[in-house]
Nanobody, 113 residues
C-alpha cells in the first residue's frame, strides 16, 4: 500500500523558514521522481519542485527558485522541502506526490505577519 505522509506545515512570518517532510512507503523511493505541489486558497494546483532521488536532478518553479530547496534521504524514504524567505504568496496546502501519481494528504503552510 502506497503511503505519502507530509508534515512540517505551520504558520510562519514573511521572511521566515519552514521545512516540510514527506515520509513514503509502499514503493521504491530510491531512484524515483518525487514532486512537491501546492494549492493556494481559491487557486489551482501549482508544481513547486521535483527531484530524481537517484541522480539528484532537481527543478523549481520560477516563483520559488532560489528560496526553496528540495532534497531526499533515501535511507529514510523521506522527501524534504526547505523553504526560506517565505512570502505571503507561499500560503498554500503543500502536497508531495510520486509518479503514480499518488499524493499525500497535504500540510498547510500559512505565511502571515
Amino acid at each position: 500500500q502506497v503511503q505519502l505522509v507530509e508534515s512540517g506545515g505551520a504558520l510562519a512570518q514573511p521572511g521566515g523558514s519552514l521545512r516540510l517532510s514527506c515520509v513514503v512507503s509502499g514503493f521504491i523511493f530510491s531512484g524515483s521522481w518525487m514532486y512537491w505541489v501546492r494549492q493556494a486558497p481559491g487557486k489551482g494546483l501549482e508544481g513547486v519542485s521535483f527531484i530524481n532521488t537517484g541522480n539528484g536532478a532537481t527543478s523549481y518553479a520560477d516563483s520559488v527558485q532560489g528560496r526553496f530547496t528540495i532534497s531526499a534521504d533515501n535511507a529514510k524514504n523521506t522527501l524534504y522541502l526547505q523553504m526560506n524567505d517565505l512570502k505571503v504568496d507561499d500560503t498554500a496546502v503543500y502536497y508531495c506526490a510520486n509518479n503514480g501519481p499518488m499524493w499525500g494528504q497535504g500540510t498547510q503552510v500559512t505565511v502571515s505577519s
